[in-house]
């Protein structure tokens, strides 16, 4: 069955506090995506699923967030966490769909095989963990079978606390696989057990993710976001590099930024108070950009809406490390 977002997460956690500004840069990009065919196999033979919870050792000091990370605690093979010591957790999702070992049905052998990487040399060693050829849940709910999957990767580097998400060839003919119509990806930070945190939603174009901040309260998101508007193609990879935040405010706090009025004829505009400069970018509710993009600094930007065809349109703000999407109607 479909696996709500960040359930996983409810039950390793003990408290949390959300915060408004993603500890990480991030960055899209494309590489050739290289299967772990000589990795470290997790429970050799065994036929995992979507309920599976494991552990794999880091190998080295390692940071997610502010948390130090001895193991990499998963669920399936879509989602990662710091491990199960600490008293509050963080993690990444590469996709809410709810994944299978392909053999799961078909006496216990593994088709898809949960293996492992530590490859180079101390200080520079990168932990990669792979979930190989997994099937979708949903499919085996509805048809009996898995025919479709998905090959993904997280990459976890020593000398900067940097982790990737990767993505390799997938087979997806099913459309309710996922939450979206699509998939949902990002970074998911103190998620505690009554589901209250915040998740950074990446949006739209998935060879260029916007990355949306989605507070949520009692395991529902506060608000709308904009989901992937397709599944990542192979050799897609999401890095999150972790940067220090403590101490810094939120560019997108209410004392620094509105964004005005909600329903507008043929101008919207950004009230902002900082240093940053801050790049816009105008989309339709199902990602499509829409042509109208510029930067917006200290003061007021107009942003000329006169051209669009009447209906809702998401206005999509990015600073140095974070970025908020914004909802308003052309009228």
Same mark, same amino acid.
């Given at each position: 069955?479909?696996? %709500?977002?960040?359930?996983?997460?409810?039950?390793?956690?003990?408290?949390?506090?959300?915060?408004?500004?993603?500890?990480?840069?991030?960055?899209? =990009?494309? !590489?050739?995506?290289?299967?772990?065919?000589?990795?470290?196999?997790?429970?050799?033979?065994?036929?995992?699923?979507? @309920?599976?919870? *494991?552990?794999?050792?880091?190998?080295?000091?390692?940071?997610?967030?502010?948390?130090?990370?001895?193991?990499?605690?998963?669920?399936?093979?879509?989602?990662?966490?710091?491990?199960?010591?600490?008293?509050?957790? @963080?993690?990444?999702?590469?996709?809410?769909?709810?994944?299978?070992?392909?053999? *799961?049905?078909?006496?216990?052998?593994?088709?898809?095989?949960?293996?492992?990487?530590?490859?180079?040399?101390?200080?520079?060693?990168?932990?990669?963990?792979?979930?190989?050829?997994?099937?979708?849940? !949903?499919?085996?709910?509805?048809?009996?079978?898995?025919?479709?999957?998905?090959?993904?990767?997280?990459? *976890? =580097?020593?000398? &900067?606390?940097?982790?990737?998400?990767? =993505?390799? %060839?997938?087979?997806?003919?099913?459309?309710? =696989? #996922?939450?979206?119509?699509?998939?949902?990806?990002?970074?998911?930070?103190?998620?505690?057990?009554?589901?209250?945190?915040?998740?950074?939603?990446?949006?739209?174009?998935?060879?260029?993710?916007?990355? !949306?901040?989605?507070?949520?309260?009692?395991?529902?998101?506060?608000?709308? /976001?904009?989901?992937?508007?397709? /599944?990542?193609?192979?050799?897609?990879?999401?890095?999150?590099?972790?940067?220090?935040?403590?101490?810094?405010?939120?560019?997108?706090? &209410?004392?620094?930024?509105?964004?005005? %009025?909600?329903?507008?004829?043929?101008?919207?505009?950004?009230?902002?108070?900082?240093?940053?400069?801050?790049?816009?970018?105008?989309?339709?509710?199902?990602?499509?950009?829409?042509?109208?993009?510029?930067?917006?600094?200290?003061?007021?930007?107009?942003?000329?809406? @006169?051209?669009?065809? @009447?209906?809702?349109?998401?206005?999509?703000?990015?600073?140095?490390?974070?970025?908020?999407?914004?909802? #308003?109607?052309?009228?």
């Amino acid at each position: 069955m479909k696996q %709500p977002l960040l359930a996983f997460l409810a039950i390793i956690l003990i408290a949390g506090k959300a915060e408004a500004q993603m500890p990480y840069t991030f960055t899209a =990009y494309h !590489q050739t995506y290289v299967p772990l065919t000589s990795g470290t196999v997790l429970a050799p033979g065994y036929a995992w699923n979507s @309920s599976t919870f *494991y552990s794999i050792p880091t190998g080295f000091p390692f940071m997610i967030d502010t948390i130090h990370c001895s193991y990499m605690f998963m669920q399936g093979g879509g989602t990662t966490a710091t491990d199960t010591a600490n008293v509050t957790a @963080s993690g990444f999702l590469l996709t809410d769909a709810s994944l299978d070992d392909r053999g *799961y049905t078909l006496g216990g052998t593994s088709l898809s095989p949960i293996r492992w990487v530590l490859s180079g040399t101390t200080p520079n060693r990168i932990l990669k963990v792979e979930a190989f050829n997994c099937g979708f849940d !949903q499919q085996l709910i509805d048809s009996g079978f898995m025919k479709d999957s998905v090959n993904l990767q997280v990459w *976890y =580097y020593e000398d &900067s606390d940097i982790v990737e998400l990767r =993505y390799g %060839p997938s087979l997806i003919t099913g459309t309710d =696989y #996922f939450i979206a119509p699509t998939t949902i990806a990002g970074y998911m930070k103190d998620m505690d057990t009554f589901g209250n945190g915040t998740f950074y939603a990446l949006g739209g174009n998935p060879n260029n993710p916007v990355v !949306q901040t989605v507070p949520f309260a009692g395991g529902n998101p506060v608000g709308t /976001f904009l989901p992937l508007s397709g /599944f990542p193609q192979s050799g897609q990879v999401y890095r999150f590099a972790r940067i220090d935040r403590t101490g810094v405010p939120s560019v997108f706090s &209410s004392d620094n930024i509105k964004v005005f %009025p909600t329903s507008a004829p043929s101008e919207v505009y950004v009230s902002y108070k900082g240093p940053e400069t801050l790049s816009y970018e105008v989309m339709s509710v199902n990602g499509t950009r829409m042509n109208i993009e510029g930067k917006a600094v200290n003061g007021t930007t107009t942003i000329n809406i @006169s051209e669009l065809p @009447s209906g809702m349109y998401l206005l999509h703000l990015s600073g140095p490390t974070d970025s908020k999407v914004y909802k #308003f109607v052309k009228i």
